[in-house]
């Protein structure tokens, strides 16, 4: 779908979504439904000017999928389209981090930082993504965030190169008035501008130059709220509290000598651990990130069983190998032979916070019971994440596809305890 949006000032931006190419890309990529739906809903919401149902469509897509780029950069235009410029520009960075660094996303992030006060960040930016960004919006965002001489020579430049269209000699001209240049500002307008709107064209352009106005102009520019009271973006949905599962491995502190398992073989020590996770005449408007979401979503979180029976002594942490309980298995796992260790980590907040990461990573663990259970290797205590129900054939192909992605993974036999296994009588379990 288009639109464009225009007010009285003569500014406009066109915002196109592909509602249609986001869900046949979601279904392409296996992504559930439910965020590629919600997803699309944002983007519609956007485009009927409905900031708040946006928002929460856009939320609730990357609160499915965390790590997917394009929903962030849904939710960072939801935000900038809603005045909430420092939201916007956490998000936007996000969905850069995440790999979108298309220059309508560098956009959105430089002018949600002017609107949010941080002119110097947003001209950094700016300048620094100089050559993947249209001359004609780059100027004017850079005469926005408070480098109107830079923003006026690239233009000018521009001009001279023959890219002497109606928006560079608008933008230009509202450039000149942001610096004071108000005789260039006049002339450079009259060329698109009819002579009876000229003055209140200045009239218009002179208020948005006080240095008060600060927050004004973008939010004039993108025809956008201004004052809103933001807190910033949601706490659970901060990209460092959604970590991939190779950062979990590239954060982890590695035991010091500790052999690798083999696979099937009597295993002598511990997978490496995981540490804690924690637009007409006058000035045209800068186009906003176009967000076509296409990465897969996870599955709705299934629930966890705790089993509990009597508590044991705690045993030494010499080699004793009790067998692990199995709680409240399916018949896939009941004739399951073997399990996959995914994983072991340095707390059980870990591992629990690992299952979802697997479970997203790996759609091949749908149906598999996943089990945590403590170990004591040399001194240190450990908590493994465990897929049980295969068969040795597919324990080992399931190994492979682990490996095949960068992580670590062993299979073995349920019925031969892996060394250190505590048997606290307590396992956690789900499918």
């Known amino acids: 779908m288009n639109r464009t949006i225009a007010n009285k000032r003569g500014i406009h931006i066109a915002l196109t979504t592909t509602l249609a190419g986001t869900l046949l890309a979601s279904c392409a990529t296996g992504t559930p439904p439910s965020a590629a739906i919600s997803a699309g809903l944002a983007q519609e919401a956007l485009a009927q000017g409905k900031q708040d149902k946006a928002i929460t469509h856009a939320e609730a897509a990357v609160l499915a999928e965390p790590r997917n780029a394009e929903f962030r950069a849904t939710l960072a235009s939801a935000y900038l389209d809603a005045g909430r410029f420092d939201s916007a520009a956490a998000t936007f960075s996000d969905a850069m981090e995440l790999g979108n ?88 307008a009259q060329q698109d501008v009819p002579a009876d709107k000229v003055g209140d064209r200045m009239a218009e352009w002179a208020m948005m130059a006080q240095p008060e106005a600060w927050q004004q102009r973008v939010a004039t520019l993108l025809d956008v709220p201004a004052g809103v009271r933001d807190t910033g973006q949601p706490a659970q949905l901060a990209l460092a509290n959604n970590p991939a599962i190779e950062q979990l491995f590239a954060e982890a502190a590695v035991p010091t000598a500790e052999p690798a398992f083999t696979e099937f073989a009597e295993p002598s020590g511990e997978l490496p651990a995981l540490a804690s996770i924690d637009p007409s005449a006058g000035i045209e408007r800068i186009e906003r990130p176009t967000l076509q979401p296409v990465s897969a979503a996870p599955a709705v979180a299934p629930v966890v069983q705790v089993a509990q029976v009597a508590p044991r002594a705690a045993p030494q942490p010499s080699a004793r190998r009790a067998p692990a309980r199995a709680v409240a298995a399916s018949a896939q796992q ?34 598999h019971q996943m089990v945590i259970s403590e170990a004591v290797v040399r001194g240190k205590h450990y908590w493994r994440v465990s897929a049980a129900g295969f068969a040795k054939s597919s324990s080992t192909a399931m190994c492979g596809r682990v490996k095949a992605s960068g992580n670590t993974c062993f299979a073995y036999d349920q019925s031969r305890p892996l060394p250190g296994a505590v048997d606290t009588g307590v396992q956690l379990a789900r499918r």
């Open 101 to 188: 660094g298309s220059p309508r996303v560098v956009l959105g992030r430089a002018l949600a930082l002017a609107g949010a006060g941080k002119h110097a960040e947003a001209a950094e930016l700016l300048n620094k993504h100089e050559g993947d960004i249209a001359t004609a919006d780059l100027g004017l965002a850079l005469a926005i965030s408070g480098q109107q001489q830079r923003g006026i020579m690239l233009m000018s430049n521009a001009i001279r190169r023959g890219e002497n269209t109606a928006k560079m000699r608008q933008n230009l001209a509202y450039s000149y008035a942001l610096g004071g240049q108000w005789r260039e500002a006049r002339l450079m």
């Open 334 to 367: 009941a004739n399951g032979t073997h399990r996959v260790q995914l994983g072991s980590f340095l707390s059980e907040a870990s591992a629990r916070r690992a299952w979802n990461i697997y479970a997203r990573k790996y759609p091949e663990l749908s149906g």
